[in-house]
């Protein structure tokens, strides 16, 4: 298993600019969600999704949108980006939709928005 | 939510016995607590749950005190390797809370040779 993989690596943005960061877990995992982490500040929930067609907002979800349109998929995108976005974009699954303490997360995207 | 306390970074050697503990004052009834390592460059991984008492594995135990207003991750042996953030979670055992996983900025190990 691949486990969770995450598209592209790194990123750089201009002010304005759209994107889609994606995200695919082979586990067959039916919860999935998007994090962002900031020097000093911990991970912040962006958006999760508990399966196929739900999607939920979380701490932060401002600026981004989310669509599950299969169990393996969870594309996050930016519709604008702006420099408060540049952050490190952690993607995660767990087996548990209803208790997901156990999460398996992706190697993470590096964002620069200038 | 609970809110939890960490130290905000830990020292230690190779080869002791290293003990982080999370204080989280207004856990109730049906909360769970989790623990991930997180190593620089890298998503976090789960180590360890528990609600009371004590769980061990592989990795970790997990100290649970009676009121459960505290535990303590506990790591035997470090290694250099094991220099990473940790951090304490707690939510609780049911849907919708419990989609919302909390990470706060965690305990920065630093293990010495």
């Known amino acids: 298993n691949a486990g969770v993989t995450q598209t592209p690596k790194f990123q750089v943005l201009k002010t304005g600019q759209s994107m889609t960061l994606q995200c695919a877990q082979d586990?067959?995992?039916?919860?999935m969600s998007w994090y962002r982490q900031d020097p000093g500040m911990g991970l912040r929930l962006i958006h999760y999704?508990?399966?196929?067609?739900?999607?939920d907002q979380g701490e932060v979800p401002n600026g981004y949108n989310v669509s599950r349109s299969t169990t393996e998929d969870f594309p996050l995108r930016l519709l604008s980006a702006a420099p408060s976005q540049t952050s490190v974009y952690f993607c995660?699954?767990?087996?548990?939709?209803?208790?997901?303490?156990?999460?398996?997360f992706g190697p993470g995207t590096r964002l620069t928005v200038t | 939510l609970a809110k939890t306390t960490q130290p905000i970074s830990m020292d230690s050697y190779e080869g002791q016995e290293v003990n982080i503990t999370c204080s989280h004052n207004n856990i109730a009834t049906n909360d769970y607590i989790t623990w991930y390592q997180q190593f620089p460059s890298q998503g976090p991984r789960f180590i360890i749950q528990?609600?009371?008492t004590k769980v061990t594995n592989e990795v970790a135990s997990l100290f649970i005190p009676a009121d459960r207003k505290s535990s303590t991750l506990s790591l035997p042996r470090v290694s250099l390797s094991d220099t990473a953030v940790y951090y304490c979670?707690?939510?609780?055992?049911?849907?919708?809370?419990?989609?919302?996983?909390?990470f706060g900025t965690g305990t920065l190990l630093a293990v010495q040779p």
């Open positions: 528990g609600y009371k």
């Open positions: 995660a699954s767990s087996h548990d939709r209803f208790f997901p303490y156990e999460q398996y």
């Open positions: 586990m067959n995992h039916e919860y």
């Open positions: 999704s508990v399966g196929a067609g739900i999607t």
């Open positions: 979670l707690v939510a609780p055992n049911y849907g919708g809370a419990t989609n919302k996983l909390i």
